[in-house]
């Protein structure tokens, strides 16, 4: 079952509020070591959501971890909660934290990601795994078989 719209969430210290107005694309658990050390966790956890429907509706993020021309990592400039990350140009998606969401409980993950960088005992219920990341022609079906599963 689909979670109830919109879905909002922020960070620890209540500074940056955020809403997402659609449901979500994918969600998923990304083993990379630099998401870890990120996240200060075994994986950080992700939900993919169209980039047009994120909306800040209370604060400002300032842009941490690993900067890049492509890359933003969005967080807070108080409590520095790591809030989602957008991709320049836009891919049509951002990715954000299931953690900096008010119920994160319906969010497990549906793929793991860089699962050749996991520790050995770190697990998810996800029902696909890639040593990396998914090869491109993954993605439609992936999308589609997440969104089914939401709708049935």
């Known amino acids: 079952m ?85 991709i320049e140009p836009d891919p049509g998606f951002a990715n954000v934290r299931v953690g900096a969401l008010d119920d994160p409980a319906p969010f497990a993950s549906f793929i793991e990601t860089w699962t050749d960088e996991a520790l050995a005992w770190a697990t998810t219920p996800a029902r696909h795994r890639y040593p990396q990341s998914p090869p491109p022609e993954a993605f439609g079906p992936l999308l589609a078989e997440f969104a089914a599963r939401q709708s049935g």
Not at 38 to 45: D, E, P, Q, V
């Open 2 to 86: 689909p979670p109830a719209l919109p879905i909002e969430g922020g960070c620890r210290c209540g500074q940056v509020r955020f809403r997402i107005d659609a449901q979500p694309m994918m969600t998923m658990a990304c083993h990379r070591r630099g998401c870890q050390q990120m996240s200060g966790s075994a994986f950080s956890l992700n939900v993919a959501v169209p980039s047009t429907t994120l909306t800040i509706t209370q604060g400002d993020t300032v842009i941490g971890g690993l900067r890049g021309e492509q890359i933003r990592h969005h967080h807070c400039g108080d409590c520095k909660s790591w809030l989602f990350t957008r």
